[in-house]
């Protein structure tokens, strides 16, 4: 007998006779009692924010929402959505991300496919993508390196008018995902016309043609120093892909290149856009300075860090 079903048979034992509610059928798992049992593994897995996950996780198995919950405890749930539950919640504490179980992951107001194949898009990349809608205008053509989901091009087309994009990712499999994002998230464009966004499979620069040029250069590259990899949190560590996290041994690998390499597919007053680590913004500003862009600003991130890196290529 699975632990699930040894559990339900003893809150059955427990359950007093003489409760005096005649015909309730006491064996039923409602809304609420089965939120306080997701509640109860997750904390017992230490998965943070417990409470909060094992509601998500209830939503998400029975299609209802946070309001539903709370009004309707007493609601019974199908076996169907009760296993979905129990597959679900042990998954979470095995310290599967929400995102990567759930499927979906917000953005700029906006919802994205993930799964294991991309990086789960973060609020902190909001400010990357805030960033670059100041400067993008009506039919502005933009880069974006190391798209994963696609989640920054796709925001920024979402967001602007008659702007077209590319999205560069190394990863196949990624590049399926964001093709599929792009499906959700832009409107579907008339017959006759190019399509908004294009993906590419591209180690950086490598796959983008030299003629073609950009007004806007973004990436949210791979900028994690190695060493500092195995000292994240399992569900990064162990479920994001690596190859979106690790920026080699100073964490600088991919930002040196991309800074150095940007300017020959931007336009002359083109600007180049970076997400950066914590402790990185010096170092970019000497690399894009060295490298001769104008205006370089290290811009701080929503809890104080220095997260994105800004310049304009000199015309
Ligand atoms: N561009 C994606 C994001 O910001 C993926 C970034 C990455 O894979 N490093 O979420």
Redesign the pocket.
């Given at each position: 007998m699975s632990l699930w079903r040894r559990k339900k048979r003893r809150r059955e034992r427990e359950t007093p006779k003489d409760d005096g509610v005649i015909g309730m059928d006491v064996n039923k798992w409602t809304y609420e009692n089965l939120y306080g049992w997701g509640r109860e593994q997750l904390l017992s897995a230490a998965v943070p924010d417990a409470g909060v996950d094992a509601r998500l996780l209830l939503e998400w198995c029975c299609k209802t929402d946070r309001n539903t919950l709370l009004a309707h405890g007493e609601r019974e749930i199908s076996a169907k959505e009760e296993l979905e539950y129990q597959q679900a919640v042990a998954r979470r504490m095995d310290r599967v991300p929400l995102q990567y179980i759930v499927g979906e992951q917000e953005?700029m107001g906006l919802t994205f496919e993930v799964n294991k194949d991309?990086?789960?898009?973060?609020q902190d990349?909001e400010v990357?993508v805030e960033e670059v809608l100041r400067e993008l205008h009506d039919g502005m053509h933009v880069l974006?390196l190391?798209?994963?989901?696609?989640?920054?091009?796709l925001s920024l087309l979402h967001y602007s008018n008659d702007c077209t994009g590319v999205g560069a990712?190394i990863s196949p499999e990624?590049l399926q995902t964001a093709r599929r994002n792009a499906g959700r998230i832009l409107q579907k464009s008339a017959e006759e016309k190019e399509p908004q966004a294009v993906f590419r499979m591209s180690d950086l620069f490598l796959g983008i043609p030299a003629e073609e040029k950009f007004d806007i250069i973004v990436?949210?590259?791979?900028?994690i120093r190695t060493d500092v990899i195995d000292t994240l949190m399992p569900e990064v560590k162990d479920y994001e892909?690596l190859?979106?996290?690790d920026g080699r041994e100073d964490g600088l690998f991919f930002l040196q290149k991309i800074v150095s390499q940007a300017g020959e597919w931007l336009y002359g007053g083109g600007m180049l856009y970076l997400?950066i680590g914590y402790d990185q913004g010096e170092a970019v500003r000497r690399l894009m300075e060295a490298e001769g862009y104008d205006q370089v600003e290290i811009l701080k991130d929503y809890a104080g860090n220095d997260r994105v890196a800004k310049g304009v290529k000199r015309i």
């Open positions: 953005f991309v990086l789960i898009p973060r990349t990357l974006d190391c798209t994963g989901s696609g989640c920054i091009l990712d990624a990436s949210n590259p791979p900028y892909p190859s979106a996290l997400e």
